[in-house]
């Protein structure tokens, strides 16, 4: 006897039988070009819908306003992606004892004033606190909701969360009541250099400071993109040694397309220029984990390969 | 299902309990209003163009999709399972409940449990069930269904509410709204805490990636789906979206016609159970894809664009025939438009006999609805279909009304006919339209027809 999952798919294959299929509308959408910047779109939004909304120029500005920030919490559940300078000096407690949850985002949407954060950092410090505090580079925000759902593509964490305002509801009698279940506070922090401290968390907050007077002598953008441009069309293979081949280069973007699933991912040129930035700085970026830890996380296995074969890293 | 079921529960609400309309009618319109606002803030029409045509394309090739999100929600370990109705789903669940040794239930808002009867089942099985979702939460207290997709307690004003907690958990009488949400807050995050197995639905389900995407405001899904050891999820086979790309207009579409937000405060992304090195999360993962009526949907060639519903809930807020009553005059779990065409194919066409008629083919609704549904036009087509069971005056009456309407000299006598007639009988046949009728004043016809007119005073001038 058929189970019920063939009868279901035999219905509605009898349901479609002789029926035109209707294509799919030709390409994804397209979001119009946006003249502000991502970060001040992103902080706009974010405060129009409730979020406390801050930037900070540099980790040293962000620890200085922490500081006085998270005296008035009594305890906090930490995220143990943060490093430690923005870490709140605060006795540790579980999500659901702590007054302050503290998570470090994977990105954040202008367009819709939301922040992205994953499971591998823990869901209940996100959820159980009355007061949320989510850090996120600079470079991480971007202008738009699509830009950050490729990841769902690319061997995402159990669970990833796009977080927007403070928990409400107009339940009851259409009032609005904040931090019904989930935090009545979201704080974010936008913070230039962030993943860089990340990179080298030996290295003190307090001497990073505005990137005006970097010591560095490295030129700004240790990759050439017209170097990644020449690959088009190449096929090279990851560190394991899956075959893959580049198959777009535009302006922001690589496009790869992986031979054995045939599978198209897409990477960024500032994820790709980071690394390379920091490894022209000396961190070392052994291969794909540490690439994903300290520049981007969009199929970390092929734009190091890319950089590796570039000799950059 | 008697005959008369949704007229006489709406005249029942409007007597005797008007604050219902009133309540139900403030908070439809400010929902209406906060659509139109966002609405306007983007580009709404090439939105909806792009996610109708989306979603068409996805059930003219729901098979290959189902199998598809089949297999990438197996690989990271969730379990599939599949059912034909109420009953498998209600089946499944218990097999899933003695497998956890399940005491303690959290849920999500979902609508399709509704349907499925899962909170019945669940405590025929002696398990605790809490619905997490606040207004969820008054209408569970209330013992009564919600009656609105959205807003499910929106029937409730403040002072209902407030005299419910007052009964039901010792609130003092006059409690702000805060202190209520706060004393719901502590009830339920105990629960959440507590309870073995999360249950939800699902918004949208990405064929390509496998991830359940659920959207809402409070962060009750967000814990449902986070803090028991189990998940289950519970998903119509229409719910499926290709690609995670899709889910970018999807999401804003969907908050905007809802509620005017740009996005829903809080949006899940599950891709799988917990994953080794992860702090918390649910071990165990099952999705559960029902039918329950929706092939049969599906194969009705007027009625399957229905299956595109996202359950927005604008066509509610913008059916001025909803606003009298709210949703439990029609005695279903979908109310509004979207409730008058798909109730009756998920469950007994002839169910259209009576919610056919609970609209006034205003075409609002079509006016609002993100995923371009022709709802008036179906519901229309519904009322064709239920003729067949109407009353043979009414029948006849409608008959002869075609026959007169289409033929120029019989139309040309029957009117002259009326005329002479009036004066004698004031309209007589009319009452012979019943219901149809009712609401509308007698016709006064006037003493020289259009025609004649024309003839006499303007053709030849
Ligand atoms: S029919 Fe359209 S407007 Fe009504 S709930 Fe569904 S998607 Fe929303």
Redesign the interface.
Known sequence: MP???S???Q??????EG???????TR??R??VEETGAVARFLA?AKA?GVEAHRFEGPAAARNWLEDWAAGFKNAAVS?LIPEALRPSLPAAPP?KAELGVSRALAAVA????VLLS??????L???PPAHLVWVDESEVVQ???EV??R??DD????????????????????M?Q?????GRLVVAVVRGLAELEADPTEPASTREAPSHTPKTTPPAALDWEAVHALEDHRLATKRGDAFTVEKVTENTAVVRVSSSNKTYTLRRRCLEKAARLASAGTPIPGPAAYRKLACNEAPAYAWAILHTLDLI | MAAKGYKAAARRTLEHAPEVRE?VT??TL?FDRNRERAYGEV?AEA?RD?AA??K??T?????RY??EAERNLTA?GTEVH???DAK?AQRILQELVERYGVRRVVKGKSMLSEELGVNEHLERLGVEVFE????EY?IQLAGEPPSHIV????H????E?RALFHERLGTPPDAS??T??AV??RV??EA??TADMGISGANFV?A??G?VVLVE????I??T???PRVHVVFVG?EKLL????????F??LLARAATG???????????????E?????PEHLHVI?V?NGR??V??D?EM?EALSCIRCGACLNACPVYRQTGGHAYGQVYSGPIGIVLTPGLKDPRLAEDLGYACSLCTACADVCPVRIPLPKQILTWRVRSTKHAPATERLAFEGYAEVMTRPRFYRLSSKLLRLTAPLTGAPWLPVLGAWAAGHGALEPSPKSFREIWEEELDGA
């Open positions: 189970d019920a999952r009868r279901i798919l219905r509605v294959r009898r349901a479609l029926r035109w299929p209707v294509e799919a509308p994804p959408w979001p119009a939004h819908s143990p659901e367009d819709t004033g939301s499971s591998t950092e823990g869901r209940r996100q959820l159980l738009h909701l699509g759902l490729g769902l593509a995402p964490p159990s669970a990833l969360a796009l977080h927007s305002g403070p928990s409400k509801s107009a339940d009851i009698g259409q009032i009541v931090g019904v279940h989930g935090p | 309540a403030r908070a400010h580009e939105w792009w045509a989306t068409r394309h059930l003219s090739r729901l098979d189902l199998l990271p599949w059912a034909e498998d997490t979702d606040l207004g008054i807003g499910p307690a929106i409730k004003g403040l002072e509410i709204p805060e209520l949400a719901a807050r339920l995050r959440f805490l990405v390509e990636t991830t405001n409070e962060g009750n967000r814990l789906t986070s803090t086979i290709p690609r995670a790309r899709d889910l970018e207009v999401l804003q937000q740009k996005i829903g405060t809080f949006v899940s992304l599950i891709n799988g159970p917990r994953r090195g992860e702090p918390d999360g894809f039918d092939t049969s599906l194969a060639r399957h």
